[in-house]
């Protein structure tokens, strides 16, 4: 990797743990979380849910466990998936002793509502027996009561409240000899987020979960979370994230993937360059650049793919992208790393642009790789690249053969 392509900071050091076969901390890439939304009772629908969450990028997947119904159905659901699982457990700390019964690969443990230090330990214990890791996840929803406070004496800030919920369990797991942890900090709040795991990552070496709870709906919640939790990435704070979204969970993934994309820090699928348009575009564009990003990202192979409405700015603005379109009116150019490499007419945009990305696949992957996209473009209906568009005055193209 470049410099040109390296991450804004060095990743802080942690203490790895595994979630199943998924290693958290440590020297190990960042892990894409999400959670499910079906009734987990519904072990049926569960399963389904799960895997089309791994096929969407998920690399471990969270159920909510609330009642003895939820945590009866876990053992149909465990091993019936193929990314390791994390029950969500609050108030009743019975429902994490069925779900290690079960073979959960995960719990989180919410500090705010289960108090009782003595259930807490009952749990430890046997997770301990298990291997099974525990994220301590406080949220700023669900704090332990405010103490009484002495004659002018200030609450503390309620970073520094979900700090201290959050050593007073780990204490219990390190008074048991309990090391596989994990913490998580979430507030809606991104500066209050942000302060809290500051805070933590300067206390302890457990890998941190990171998240801006209840975000919002996927317009407002993308670029909240984006925010937070790529401020944190960007300070190297940070071991798995998670989009929370008021949506279907699998359209919080490519959200999480893009957050990890834009700070050079892992790549799955294409990433898709395309200018905003402007007064000099002379194509429809926008509809050609969805059915570009529709092609790259369902074959799944890492490439830069550029699509860019005129020549002026195209080739230089994207010229690290491994392939691109600058187009025109009539006719447009292909160019690899910013080197125009073929010019083609306005109605084979979108088969050149397909084209010079199966040349770029096979060369990086092989041929299998190849045969892979081949047989995954089988399934994908893109609609013909528009006519060439009506002349519009003074918008000749400036292309040359």
Not at 26 to 50: C, F, K, L, R, S
Not at 198 to 207: G, L, T
Request: negative net charge.
């Amino acid at each position: 990797m470049t410099d040109d392509f390296a991450p804004l900071s060095p990743r802080r050091d942690s203490r790895p743990i595994h979630i199943g076969d998924v290693q958290v901390g440590g020297n190990a890439p960042i892990v894409v979380q999400t959670m499910t939304n079906t009734d987990t009772a519904d072990a049926a629908a569960t399963i389904e849910q799960v895997a089309r969450l791994a096929d969407a990028g998920a690399e471990v997947v969270r159920l909510a466990v609330p009642d003895r119904q939820a945590a009866q159905a876990l053992p149909d659901i465990v091993g019936r998936t193929s990314v390791p699982l994390v029950a969500d457990i609050h108030f009743d700390h019975r429902l994490a002793l069925v779900a290690i019964q079960a073979g959960i690969e995960g719990l989180r443990l919410n500090p705010g509502n289960i108090r009782d230090a003595a259930k807490v330990r009952e749990v430890v214990q046997a997770a301990k027996e298990r291997r099974i890791p525990i994220r301590v996840g406080v949220n700023e929803g669900s704090l332990p009561p405010l103490p009484a406070l002495a004659e002018g004496e200030l609450p503390v800030s309620k970073s520094k409240r979900m700090v201290e919920a959050a050593l007073w369990e780990i204490g219990i797991l390190e008074e048991m000899g309990f090391e596989d942890i994990k913490i998580s900090l979430k507030a809606f709040d991104v500066p209050t987020m942000c302060a809290a795991y500051r805070d933590m990552a300067s206390r302890v070496s457990y890998p941190l979960h990171l998240g801006v709870t209840e975000a919002g709906t996927p317009g407002a919640g993308s670029v909240r979370s984006a925010i937070g939790i790529g401020t944190l990435l960007a300070e190297g704070i940070g071991d798995t994230i998670r989009v929370s979204l008021a949506a279907d969970p699998a359209d919080e993934l490519p959200v999480c993937w893009d957050i990890l994309k834009s700070l050079n820090l892992r790549q799955r699928g294409a990433t898709i360059i395309a200018c905003p348009t402007c007064g000099r575009i002379e194509v429809d564009l926008i509809p050609l650049v969805n059915q570009v990003e529709t092609h790259f990202q369902q074959q799944g192979h890492p490439i830069t793919v550029a699509v860019m409405g005129c020549v002026v700015n195209g080739p230089g603005e994207a010229r690290d992208a491994d392939i691109g379109l600058a187009a025109g009116k009539g006719k447009g150019a292909i160019f690899r790393k910013g080197e125009i490499v073929r010019i083609v007419p306005e109605d084979q945009f979108l088969t050149a642009l397909l084209d010079e990305g199966e040349r770029i696949i096979e060369e990086r992957f092989g041929l299998d790789a190849l045969s892979e996209t081949a047989v995954i473009g089988t399934a994908i209906k893109l609609t013909p690249t528009p006519a060439p568009s009506p002349q519009r005055p003074g918008r000749a193209s400036q292309f040359q053969k």
